[in-house]
């Protein structure tokens, strides 16, 4: 069983930045895919970003390439996800996710483990 919790969400203007935090307790084994999802109040929970917890490889949702960062610290067991750049639009629970495989990893229905979300709202 692993456990995730978010940190980092807040406030923030059209441009700037923040850094979201995931901390995950329990084993997380080198084939695991840790990802973050957001969902914005009357849409469905969306894919951001993915990494293999093995540092293989990372993906990001067309709408944040080249603005987020997805990373990881393998010996605290942290997930982060740093945005820049940041549009009204950006405005979202944040949720970190974990599952066993890289299989359909772009799926939220897909993921084993779920934080309790933090909220990220950008102003105008």
């Known amino acids: ?29 080198s084939s695991y895919i840790m990802g973050w999802f957001r969902q914005a109040p009357g849409k469905e929970r969306e894919f951001v970003a993915a990494l293999h917890w093995s540092g293989g490889w990372t993906d990001y949702a067309d709408s944040v390439k080249g603005r987020f960062t997805i990373s990881r610290d393998n010996t605290k067991s942290m997930v982060y996800l740093q945005m820049n750049s940041l549009k009204p639009e950006d405005t979202a629970v944040y ?24 909220q990220v709202t950008v102003s105008s």
């Open 1 to 29: 069983q692993v456990q995730l919790v978010e940190s980092g969400g807040g406030l923030v203007q059209a441009g700037g930045s923040l850094r979201l935090s995931c901390a995950a307790s329990g084993r997380i084994f």
């Open 95 to 118: 949720y970190c996710a974990g599952k066993r495989s890289s299989i359909d990893y772009y799926q939220a229905h897909a993921y084993d483990y779920w934080g309790q979300g933090t």
